[in-house]
Structure formats: structure tokens, C-alpha cells
């Protein structure tokens, strides 16, 4: 398959996902306990899911067909729907929010089954039903709601991630180069909803000493989140180039899809934290911002752990300590914010240094194999 690399039209389709950080980033910042955690993570994992689905879609048709591209443009309607019922999803909005993603499941597989690679089509076939099945689930409960809503989309929600784990035949001939440059966008763009929230929540105030600091560190926060990830992106490309179609689907699905879900709700929490702590740095956080900022850094390094395990990338022990610092600093939170976005930066640093010297350490790479050939 021709190498390819993202589109003008996927980056405008991301602006859609900013949006739906954004909404799952509202939803715990007014809900704040147990319940709204949950509900963020049924929606996200919902909603992951298929955004993921559209980023193998495009490393699979051509967007620059006409068609193609209206399609997308109808389903990015279908998601800009979707974010805006997320805040209350579970309460009123429920049956728009399951349409809307019916829609976009119905745009996805109507696309697939014109995928370049008629390998990659027939492999389709599987997940597309399963996906229909639980949209239709989702649509059903959210037109009913109360607890019943909370039990089929929370079945959905793992269901429609453990049916491509159980039935793994299937063989997709991803092109190595655009789904990595795919999915680092994703996170790029989920990062600037976090930088986003620095600026909601200094919205107001006098920009004065402490909101320039707070500011800053919380920037310098999410930068060395950004390090993290983005620090491995040859080796990550590498592992995908040098695998054959069966082994790259499985690195696709579980370092791509199933571990960047632990990434992306870790940003979502860090988000909701920052947008609360940016307002008064030095006064003692709520416990849910504090947890919100440990914790949630602690599940990005956790992904990243996952990630870097899935394509079989070695170096991983920082982070594990690293991520085990991260959840240390909750108590530091309820001393003040400064102090706790403060000490993950410096753990942040500290784990950059290290991957550095590692690196300088570990033996030079050896020359990229030949891409696997179409089976």
C-alpha cells in the first residue's frame, strides 16, 4: 500500500473531538464524584471507540474521493450531535446522543465496505455488525433512560471493545506512517483541550504574578505530557513498519486503541483539575481536583506503559515509577495546587531525563525491514 499521511479534511475532523473533550472535560468539573466519573467513562469509552474506528477508516479509503469526503462531512455532523448532548446524556439527551452515534456508525461501515484493500473490507465485516448491534442498544436505552440506560450502555461500552479481542481474525493492511501521525494528532489535539482549560479557568481574574505562575506550570504540565508520548514516535513507527499485517492489526487494537483510552481519559481528568485549580493556586484543592491531577497523570504513564507494551517497545521502568509518584502528590494537592502541578512537572522532568539517558545508553536501532507485503 502507498504510504500515505494525514489529511487536510481528518485535521478538520479533529476539531469535531476537540469538542467532545471538551464536554466529557464539563461533565466532571460539575459532577465531580463517583457518578460523574463513570458516566465520563461509559462516553468515553462509547465515543473512543468509533472516533478510533474512523482513524482506521481513513488509513484505509481515499479521502480525496468526492464521495468519500462527503460522507466524512456527514458523519462529522453525526459527532458534532454527539457533543452536544454529552453533558446530559444520561438525564435528557440520552436518545439524541444514541441517533447521532447510530449515524456515525452507519457512516463508518457504509465506507469500510469501500475500502481500498478488499482484505481489510472482508475483515470489516465482523466489528461493522457487532458495532450496529450495540449502536442500536445504545439508541434503545437512551430513548428509555433511568437505570436501564446505565446498564445497556455501560454492556455496550465493553462490549463493543471485547468482540474484536475475542474473535481476533482478520487481517488489515494498515499503512504504518499515516496511523501513527493519525492518532499523535488525536493526542495533540486532546492536550490543547487541557491548555484550553488553564485559560477557562483563569477567565476573569487579574493577570497577575500568581495566575502568570500557575499558568505556566500548568502549560509545563501538559508539555511534559506531550514529551512523554511523543518522545518514542520513531520507535513507534519502526515496530509498526517492521510487523506483518496480522501482527500490526494487534498492535493497532491494543496499543492504539485499547491503551490510548487510558491516555485520553487521563487528559480528560487532568483537564477538569487544571480548570479548577488555575483559579486559586494556592489554596487547597477539592479532593476530586486533587485525584483528578494525580490520578490522572497516572493513567496517562499507565498507558503509556500499555502503548509502549503493545508495539513490544522496551524501556518502560520509568514510567511505572513515575506514574507510582504521580498518584503520591494527591495529598500534596490538599496543601495547595501550585504545589502538586509543580511536583508532577518535576516527576514529568525527571522521567524525561531518564528515557534520555536510557536512550543514550541502548544499542543504535537497526535498519528498517522492507514494509510487510500485502497478504
Same mark, same amino acid.
Given at each position: &500500500?502507498?504510504?500515505?499521511?494525514?489529511?487536510?479534511?481528518?485535521?478538520?475532523?479533529?476539531?469535531?473531538?476537540?469538542?467532545?473533550?471538551?464536554?466529557?472535560?464539563?461533565?466532571?468539573?460539575?459532577?465531580?464524584?463517583?457518578?460523574?466519573?463513570?458516566?465520563?467513562?461509559?462516553?468515553?469509552?462509547?465515543?473512543?471507540? &468509533?472516533?478510533? /474506528?474512523?482513524?482506521?477508516?481513513?488509513?484505509?479509503?481515499?479521502?480525496?474521493?468526492?464521495?468519500?469526503?462527503?460522507?466524512?462531512?456527514?458523519?462529522?455532523?453525526?459527532?458534532?450531535?454527539?457533543?452536544?448532548?454529552?453533558?446530559?446524556?444520561?438525564?435528557?439527551?440520552?436518545?439524541?446522543?444514541?441517533?447521532?452515534? %447510530?449515524? =456515525?456508525?452507519?457512516?463508518?461501515?457504509?465506507?469500510?465496505? *469501500?475500502?481500498?484493500? *478488499?482484505?481489510?473490507?472482508?475483515?470489516?465485516?465482523? #466489528?461493522?455488525?457487532?458495532?450496529?448491534?450495540?449502536?442500536?442498544?445504545?439508541?434503545?436505552?437512551?430513548?428509555?433512560?433511568? $437505570?436501564?440506560?446505565?446498564?445497556?450502555?455501560?454492556?455496550?461500552? =465493553?462490549?463493543?471493545?471485547?468482540?474484536? !479481542?475475542?474473535?481476533? /481474525?482478520?487481517?488489515?493492511?494498515?499503512? $504504518?506512517?499515516?496511523?501513527?501521525?493519525?492518532?499523535?494528532?488525536?493526542?495533540?489535539?486532546?492536550?490543547?483541550?487541557?491548555?484550553?482549560?488553564?485559560? =477557562?479557568?483563569?477567565?476573569?481574574?487579574?493577570?497577575?504574578?500568581?495566575?502568570?505562575?500557575? +499558568?505556566?506550570?500548568?502549560?509545563?504540565?501538559?508539555?511534559?505530557?506531550?514529551?512523554?508520548?511523543?518522545?518514542?514516535?520513531?520507535?513507534?513507527?519502526?515496530? &509498526?513498519?517492521?510487523?506483518?499485517?496480522?501482527?500490526?492489526?494487534? &498492535? +493497532?487494537?491494543?496499543?492504539?486503541?485499547?491503551?490510548?483510552?487510558? %491516555?485520553?481519559?487521563? =487528559?480528560?481528568?487532568?483537564?477538569?483539575?487544571?480548570?479548577?485549580?488555575?483559579?486559586?493556586?494556592?489554596?487547597?484543592?477539592?479532593?476530586?481536583? !486533587?485525584?483528578?491531577?494525580? +490520578?490522572?497523570?497516572?493513567?496517562?504513564?499507565?498507558?503509556? #506503559?500499555?502503548?509502549?507494551?503493545?508495539?513490544?517497545?522496551?524501556?518502560?521502568?520509568?514510567?511505572?515509577?513515575?506514574?507510582?509518584?504521580?498518584?503520591?502528590?494527591?495529598?500534596?494537592?490538599?496543601?495547595?495546587?501550585?504545589?502538586?502541578? /509543580?511536583?508532577?512537572?518535576? #516527576?514529568?522532568?525527571? %522521567?524525561?531525563?531518564?528515557?534520555?539517558?536510557?536512550?543514550?545508553?541502548? $544499542?543504535?536501532?537497526?535498519?528498517?525491514? $522492507?514494509?510487510?507485503?500485502?497478504?
Amino acid at each position: &500500500m502507498e504510504e500515505t499521511r494525514v489529511s487536510s479534511l481528518e485535521l478538520f475532523f479533529d476539531l469535531v473531538f476537540v469538542f467532545t473533550i471538551t464536554q466529557l472535560t464539563t461533565v466532571l468539573v460539575e459532577h465531580s464524584d463517583l457518578i460523574g466519573l463513570a458516566a465520563a467513562c461509559v462516553k468515553l469509552a462509547l465515543i473512543w471507540w &468509533m472516533y478510533a /474506528g474512523y482513524s482506521w477508516l481513513t488509513n484505509q479509503i481515499d479521502v480525496g474521493d468526492a464521495t468519500h469526503r462527503a460522507f466524512l462531512l456527514a458523519g462529522m455532523a453525526g459527532w458534532l450531535v454527539l457533543a452536544l448532548a454529552i453533558p446530559t446524556a444520561f438525564d435528557a439527551t440520552g436518545f439524541t446522543f444514541g441517533v447521532a452515534y %447510530l449515524v =456515525i456508525v452507519i457512516v463508518h461501515a457504509g465506507l469500510f465496505t *469501500d475500502a481500498q484493500s *478488499d482484505v481489510s473490507a472482508r475483515s470489516f465485516l465482523l #466489528i461493522g455488525r457487532s458495532n450496529l448491534l450495540f449502536a442500536v442498544a445504545v439508541v434503545v436505552a437512551g430513548a428509555v433512560g433511568g $437505570p436501564a440506560q446505565w446498564v445497556v450502555w455501560s454492556a455496550a461500552a =465493553i462490549g463493543i471493545w471485547l468482540v474484536p !479481542a475475542l474473535r481476533a /481474525g482478520g487481517v488489515f493492511e494498515l499503512e $504504518p506512517a499515516h496511523f501513527v501521525e493519525r492518532h499523535g494528532l488525536v493526542i495533540i489535539v486532546a492536550l490543547g483541550e487541557s491548555v484550553v482549560a488553564i485559560g =477557562i479557568g483563569a477567565s476573569g481574574l487579574a493577570v497577575d504574578p500568581s495566575l502568570v505562575g500557575v +499558568a505556566v506550570l500548568g502549560l509545563a504540565l501538559v508539555a511534559g505530557l506531550w514529551w512523554t508520548y511523543f518522545s518514542d514516535e520513531e520507535d513507534v513507527e519502526r515496530a &509498526m513498519r517492521e510487523a506483518d499485517h496480522g501482527e500490526r492489526r494487534r &498492535m +493497532a487494537l491494543e496499543g492504539f486503541s485499547y491503551a490510548h483510552y487510558a %491516555l485520553l481519559l487521563g =487528559i480528560v481528568l487532568i483537564a477538569a483539575a487544571l480548570k479548577k485549580a488555575t483559579g486559586h493556586p494556592f489554596d487547597p484543592e477539592s479532593t476530586a481536583a !486533587a485525584i483528578g491531577l494525580g +490520578a490522572g497523570v497516572a493513567l496517562f504513564l499507565a498507558g503509556e #506503559i500499555g502503548f509502549r507494551s503493545a508495539l513490544r517497545i522496551a524501556g518502560s521502568r520509568p514510567h511505572a515509577y513515575a506514574a507510582l509518584l504521580a498518584a503520591a502528590t494527591i495529598p500534596l494537592g490538599k496543601v495547595a495546587a501550585a504545589a502538586q502541578i /509543580g511536583a508532577l512537572v518535576a #516527576i514529568l522532568l525527571g %522521567l524525561a531525563v531518564s528515557r534520555s539517558q536510557l536512550r543514550q545508553e541502548a $544499542p543504535a536501532p537497526r535498519p528498517a525491514s $522492507p514494509p510487510a507485503q500485502p497478504r
